[in-house]
């Protein structure tokens, strides 16, 4: 064989392990890097989906919300709307039934002319009856 140094060897297995070791450590760090990367993709994609599916339920929550305060609009409208009729219909029955100021002055003034007459009637007959007492002989 030939002469070599035993240091030479050392130092030749030396740097060899060295290199491997780093070649090692490199494709240990890349492969970490590959599985770290793999897993942020895997947990980014399984946030998206549940992100959309809260979108979906947050978009049909507020269409329901919508449509139900859509209802309560028309609901206030239609009451509003019988409120009125009922306001109508009471409105023509104190019209119909209740008498006008000109009405019950006419109907004042005719009840005194009737009071005033009837009054005139027992004056004159009270009248009446005292010339006939006055007319007995005592």
Same mark, same amino acid.
């Given at each position: 064989? *030939?002469? !070599?140094?035993?240091? +030479? ?7 060899? $392990?060295? /290199? !491997?070791?780093?070649? =090692?450590? /490199?494709? #240990?760090?890349? *492969? ?14 399984? +946030?998206?989906?549940?992100?959309? *599916? ?6 049909? @929550? ?5 449509? $139900?305060?859509?209802?309560? =609009? ?6 509003? #709307? $019988? ?10 029955? =104190?019209? @119909? $039934?209740? !008498? ?7 109907? +004042?003034?005719?009840?005194?002319? @009737? &009071?005033?007459?009837? =009054? ?5 007959? &009270?009248? #009446?009856?005292?010339?006939?007492? #006055?007319?007995?002989? +005592?």
């Amino acid at each position: 064989m *030939s002469n !070599v140094d035993p240091t +030479t060897i050392a130092a030749v297995a030396f740097a060899v $392990n060295f /290199v !491997v070791y780093i070649a =090692g450590g /490199v494709w #240990a760090v890349a *492969s970490i890097k590959a599985d770290l990367a793999k897993q942020i993709s895997d947990e980014r994609e399984e +946030t998206l989906k549940a992100i959309g *599916s809260l979108e979906l339920k947050f978009l049909a @929550d507020q269409k329901k919300q919508d449509h $139900n305060f859509g209802e309560v =609009g028309a609901a206030m409208r239609q009451y509003i #709307a $019988n409120v009125e009729k009922d306001m109508h219909a009471i409105e023509i029955w =104190g019209r @119909d $039934n209740f !008498v006008l100021k000109t009405e019950f002055s006419k109907a +004042t003034d005719s009840i005194r002319d @009737d &009071i005033k007459t009837m =009054g005139d009637d027992i004056k004159t007959d &009270i009248r #009446a009856l005292f010339s006939k007492v #006055a007319q007995r002989p +005592t």
